[in-house]
């Protein structure tokens, strides 16, 4: 069965930093484009960040750029989303997706195969 597990959200101040992980499991993800998006309360679900497994291609939003970083890791089968300074209007759901075709990342969700269940993250000011 194929899950994607996301952890590491919590509450944090402005400014302060957190790191998301993504657990996969069920299958090899290492040809796969993975990909965090986020949905904050009464808005429509936004892209943040993609990657291909294991490689240097990366993608970002305008509103995110120069602060998160999107990495994968081979020997955890865990992609990361690491987040600096973070401000209020980051607060959101922040849910971690997989894409099983296509060569380089993209920020469109029904592009992605595969969802996690989501984890709670909020900045306070």
């Known amino acids: 069965q194929v899950q994607l597990v996301e952890s590491g959200g919590g509450l944090v101040q402005a400014g302060g930093s957190l790191r998301l992980s993504c657990a996969t499991s069920?299958?090899?993800?290492?040809?796969?484009?993975m990909g965090w998006f986020r949905q904050a309360p009464g808005k429509e679900r936004e892209f943040v960040a993609a990657v291909m497994w294991g490689g240097s291609n990366t993608y970002y939003s305008d509103s995110v750029k120069g602060r998160f970083t999107i990495s994968s890791g081979y020997t955890k089968n865990t992609v990361y989303l690491q987040m600096e300074s973070l401000k209020p209007e980051d607060t959101a759901v922040y849910y971690c997706?997989?894409?099983?075709?296509?060569?380089?990342?993209?920020?469109?969700?029904?592009?992605?195969?595969?969802w996690g269940q989501g984890t709670q993250v909020t900045v306070s000011s």
């Open positions: 069920g299958r090899s993800f290492y040809t796969y484009i």
């Open positions: 997706a997989a894409r099983s075709s296509g060569n380089r990342p993209t920020s469109n969700d029904y592009d992605y195969n595969y």
